[in-house]
């Protein structure tokens, strides 16, 4: 699986996660996912362009889960080393939490 559907997979995921959570929230999760989309795509290493439209869907505020801080982590967690992608600071974004 390439970057790009695995990057795809774990939007669509959290999306799902999030939904299940039900109701409303107060946090700009779609602020920060696009914060993360844009993050990815100025990576020079990355090799897939991800779609924010696509990604950062308005029902992404309709979930009391707190995306904004794990979408906010993984754009600061996003980089490269040695000119390939590195995930490794983004794997201590852990997951997302809902009330």
Avoid: H, W
Wanted: charged residues 15%; contains cysteine.
């Amino acid at each position: 699986m390439n970057n790009g559907a695995l990057a795809t997979m774990t939007g669509l995921a959290l999306l799902l996660t999030g939904l299940a959570c039900g109701g409303g929230s107060s946090f700009d999760n779609v602020g920060a996912c696009k914060r993360y989309v844009e993050a990815m795509n100025g990576l020079e290493c990355y090799p897939a362009e991800l779609d924010a439209d696509q990604m950062c869907q308005p029902s992404l505020d309709m979930t009391p889960c707190d995306l904004a801080t794990y979408y906010d982590c993984m754009a600061t967690g996003a980089g490269c080393k040695d000119g390939i992608y590195d995930a490794s600071k983004q794997a201590d974004c852990g997951a997302p939490t809902c009330n």
